[in-house]
Every structure is written in C-alpha cells, then in structure tokens.
C-alpha cells in the first residue's frame, strides 16, 4: 500500500508543480514518510516516474478491454481501439504528455520509454491478436501469421510514437511540425494496412488530432522549464 501512494501522491506533485519542480523531499514531506521508506521501493525520481508509467500502462489496456467488452466492438474497432490506447498520447492528461516529452524525449531518458513501450506490448498484444484473428474471419483482413502480427504491429506504433514526439521537441515551426506529423501518420498508417491487407483508410492510429495534443503538451512543457528556470 505505502508503494502506491508513493506513486499517486508523486504524480499528483508532479501535475501540480512539474516534474523537474518536485523533488524527493516533497514526496516525504506529503506522505510524511522517511528516505528510508522511499528508497525501499525506489532507486530515484526516475524510477518513481517509470512506475507512474507502467501503473498507465495498465490502465490503458483495462480500458481498451472495458471499451471492447461494452461497445461489443468489430475485430477492425477492436484493433484501432488497442492501437490507440497503444500510445501514451492517448491520455487525456495534456500534464502527463508534457512530462513525457521533457522526460522520455526532450532529456533523452530513452530507458523510460523504452520500458512504457515494452509494457504496452506484452499487455495489448493477446487484444491485438484477437482483434487481427476476427477481421480476418469477417473477410476484413488478409492476413497471414495472424500470431505474430500483434506484437509487430504495436511495436510500429510505438516507433510512430516515437517519432511523432521526437518532431514535437525538435521541431520548432509548428506549421512545418503538424505537417511531418500527419505525414509520418500517414506513412505508417499505411504500412500497417499493408501488412494486414486491410482496406485503405481503416486503421484509425490516434483517436483524436495528435497535433493539436502535442501543441497543447509543449506549451504547457515550455510554461513549467520557465517557471523552473526562475524557481531556481
């Protein structure tokens, strides 16, 4: 139990004050809680932010998993829900996306993202296949090795993922930045059609407008480096 309010009392401190704002110390102090008891579940505030990650991780394929089972999804509806709950930029918290692209992106914590996207594979995968596995029966998908197409097919999302966040911190022109980012959607959205010889169009990648969450994510980001930058 004391591990998982260490996470939820770091993420709402992280929310409220940034990530680079909070420090262990505030940690304690909320949960009056002694090092001791923090580094016992803990190696750093990034491992702290790595379990935040994994516990959204979680989340998002219990709620793909209710959405499936409540809406009684088609196997095509059911890919595209897993695709998207594949990619933390699905989350509705514009704060946690911004935390990610400073983090995982912008200061280049790699291990971190690598671990999120590990987590979402080895998760969203038996949906995935399942999904692939119905489209295929309703004469939606022309697909072989139905069992394998999973894990390849997240882990091309996942490398979109990559590079949607990688132009959102790198690429200064938001014009120029929105154009690349629909262009890379486009490019793997058909790859994936591709290999599952699925009707052109039919993959929905993100389920909302990734630019407009991205733009939202790095203003917020720029706000939180500012106020550090004089908190300091």
């Not at 110390?25 to 803990?42: E, R, T």
């Not at 699905?90 to 280049?108: E, P, T």
């Not at 069992?147 to 097919?153: K, P, V």
Request: a negative charge; proline letters at 1%.
């Amino acid at each position: 139990m004391r591990k998982a309010a260490i996470i939820d009392t770091a993420e709402s401190l992280f929310y409220s004050k940034g990530y680079e704002n909070t420090s262990i110390q505030d940690v304690l102090d909320a949960l009056n809680l002694s090092k001791g008891g923090f580094y016992h579940h803990f190696e750093s505030k990034l491992s702290l932010l790595d379990a935040i990650c994994e516990k959204r991780v979680d989340a998002y394929a219990q709620a793909c998993l209710k959405q499936i089972e409540e809406k009684k999804l088609s196997g095509i509806n059911k890919l595209n829900c897993a695709l998207s709950y594949s990619s933390y930029l699905k989350d509705a918290s514009i704060k946690f996306i911004s935390i990610m692209l400073k983090v995982a992106y912008k200061d280049g914590a790699v291990m971190l993202r690598d671990h999120m996207k590990m987590a979402s594979v080895n998760l969203l995968s038996p949906i995935v296949n399942a999904a692939i596995a119905e489209g295929v029966a309703e004469n939606i998908f022309y697909a072989k090795y139905t069992d394998e197409l999973g894990a390849i097919l997240l882990n091309l999302s996942n490398s979109l993922t990559d590079a949607v966040s990688l132009l959102s911190v790198n690429e200064s022109d938001i014009l120029e930045r929105n154009r690349k980012i629909r262009a890379k959607t486009d490019a793997y959205r058909y790859a994936m059609e591709t290999l599952l010889n699925a009707p052109h169009d039919s993959l929905i990648l993100f389920d909302a407008d990734v630019t407009q969450i991205t733009n939202e994510a790095l203003m917020l980001m720029e706000k939180l480096e500012e106020e550090n930058k004089y908190a300091m």
